[in-house]
């Protein structure tokens, strides 16, 4: 199967400084990205939708100047979580979507990103 | 797209079949099945999708109710590895998002 990968793995941020999440398709050009946040014992929750070279679709809650996101290639979209707070603190997830295969849209997660606000 | 409802959690000993249930009452005509799992500390990982028929993979089986308001995952002979929380999820053709639910824990007992 197709291959998404993600930088770093874990991260250990000072509150109040910014952290950058890289997503990549490692196999497969991704016309779109989805992330996804998760908190210990809860499920993912949508964060955004983004496709290469336009703006990204938030979902209603998500501060989008506060999770910059960035879809500059087929391979590459990356998280920006500014000036980030304890509460920050989670489990960041993307996906890639290679889109449609006989109507239906294929998704492949990457291992996720630990963040941790000190 | 329509909600799905899953048991919290299940247990199974090793080396058994697993039956997995979602019910899916409100299903549209053009919503597709898809079962996720995700491992602990992982993303999430596809195992299976189906629209009207029942499906087969290397990974497991999909059984969908003739009315379609309900679906079973089985994992024919479960192992350690299996152990996770297994999402039913619906989409609607064409629309890419998945919105993951609560998902059921499944505990695989030595």
């Known amino acids: 199967g197709a291959v998404v990968s993600q930088h770093p793995s874990w991260v250990i941020c000072k509150s109040g400084t910014s952290v950058k999440i890289e997503c990549r398709s490692l196999d497969f050009q991704a016309t779109t990205m989805f992330w996804y946040r998760q908190f210990p014992k809860q499920s993912l929750m949508l964060m955004a939708t983004?496709?290469?070279?336009?703006?990204?679709?938030?979902e209603q809650g998500v501060e989008k100047d506060k999770f910059l996101i960035n879809h500059a290639s087929l391979t590459l979209s990356t998280l920006t979580v500014t000036s980030a707070h304890p509460e920050d603190s989670s489990f960041y997830i993307c996906?890639?979507?290679?889109?449609?295969?006989?109507?239906?849209?294929?998704?492949?997660f990457g291992p996720g990103t630990r963040l941790t606000v000190t | 797209d329509a909600k799905t409802t899953q048991p919290n959690s299940m247990e199974s000993n090793e080396e058994e079949p697993v039956h997995l249930p979602c019910n899916h009452s409100t299903i549209s005509g053009t919503d597709y099945i898809h079962w996720y799992r995700q491992l602990p500390s992982q993303g999430p990982e596809y195992v299976i999708h189906?629209?009207?028929s029942n499906v087969n993979n290397r990974m497991a089986s999909l059984a969908i109710a003739e009315d379609r308001k309900s679906s079973t995952l089985i994992l024919h002979r479960a192992t350690l590895r299996d152990a996770a929380v297994y999402y039913c999820?619906?989409?609607?053709?064409?629309?890419?998002?998945?919105?993951f639910g609560t998902g059921t824990r499944l505990t695989i007992i030595p």
């Open positions: 996906s890639a979507s290679g889109g449609r295969a006989g109507g239906l849209y294929e998704q492949y």
């Open positions: 189906g629209l009207t």
């Open positions: 999820i619906l989409t609607n053709f064409g629309n890419e998002k998945l919105t």
């Open positions: 983004s496709n290469e070279g336009s703006k990204a679709t938030y």
